[in-house]
């Protein structure tokens, strides 16, 4: 299952590279590279502490017998954080691979070698 679950992730890491060169091209250089990168596991950070907050607030509930219904709500809400972080993660594998490819491109045009 897990088989399946990374060839789909690979095609959505693919589809986000795909419309991010389209829209910006390759980077001009590591520096670029990075800071897209570094911009993009910040956000996906923050969604995972978001998610930490929301569990430690579900578990509070539950050990105080919150109503079903608010037990439902906390649990939507570390859902729709975890879905957050999963778009968050593909876009940083997509600026990773980007990266690879930018710095390909950069020893490419420098003549080859690891420049």
């Known amino acids: ?3 399946v679950v990374l060839g789909e ?7 986000e ?10 980077n001009h ?3 670029e590279s990075f800071a897209v990168l570094r911009e993009e596991i910040d956000e996906a950070m923050e969604r995972a502490a978001e998610i930490e907050e929301r569990a430690a607030q ?15 709500r906390r649990f939507a809400g570390v859902y729709a954080s975890a879905t957050q972080l999963a ?4 876009q940083v594998a997509a ?15 420098k003549g080859g070698g690891d420049a």
């Open 9 to 15: 992730i690979s095609r959505l890491i693919d589809k």
């Open 1 to 3: 299952m897990a088989d």
């Open 58 to 72: 579900l578990w509070q509930g539950i050990k105080e017998n919150d109503s079903h219904a608010e037990t439902r």
């Open 29 to 31: 250089s590591n520096h």
């Open 95 to 109: 600026m990773a691979r980007k990266g690879i490819l930018s710095n390909f491109e950069f020893t490419e045009s």
């Open 87 to 90: 778009i968050e993660a593909v």
């Open 17 to 26: 590279l795909a419309a991010a060169n389209d829209k910006f091209g390759l």
